[in-house]
Nanobody, 128 residues
Framework: QVQLVESGGGLVQAGGSLRLSCAAS????????MGWFRQAPGKEREFVVG????????TYADSVKGRFTISRDNAKNTVDLQMNSLKPEDTAVYYC?????????????????????WGQGTQVTVSS
């Protein structure tokens, strides 16, 4: 069982930056591929970025490529999302997700259905 807790959300002006952090419980964090998803009001949840269990592979949604950067620290059981050049359309609740890759193998996962654990979400609001 893994528990994920996000932090770092808030209100920022367009063009600004925020850094989200996701802290995971448990001793097998290094076996988990991680991802960030977001859901804006009235919209479906969408994939933002994923990272493999070692951190060697990442995949970004086109909408955030070049602006967002994901990183992880397996020694600290954390995965961070640095968000730069924020736009009003980035406004959403951001969720951290984890997938146990013990049986599926290393990789990056982009579908929410593939993830086993989810955090409670953190609100990011970008004002214009």
């Amino acid at each position: 069982q893994v528990q994920l807790v996000e932090s770092g959300g808030g209100l920022v002006q367009a063009g600004g930056s925020l850094r989200l952090s996701c802290a995971a419980s448990g001793r097998t964090f290094s076996m988990y591929a991680m991802g960030w998803f977001r859901q804006a009001p009235g919209k479906e949840r969408e994939f933002v970025v994923g990272i493999s269990r070692s951190g060697s592979m990442t995949t970004y949604a086109d909408s955030v490529k070049g602006r967002f950067t994901i990183s992880r620290d397996n020694a600290k059981n954390t995965v961070d999302l640095q968000m730069n050049s924020l736009k009003p359309e980035d406004t959403a609740v951001y969720y951290c997700a984890g997938k146990n890759t013990f049986y599926s193998g290393s990789g990056v996962y982009t579908s929410g259905y593939e993830y086993d654990y989810w955090g409670q979400g953190t609100q990011v609001t970008v004002s214009s």
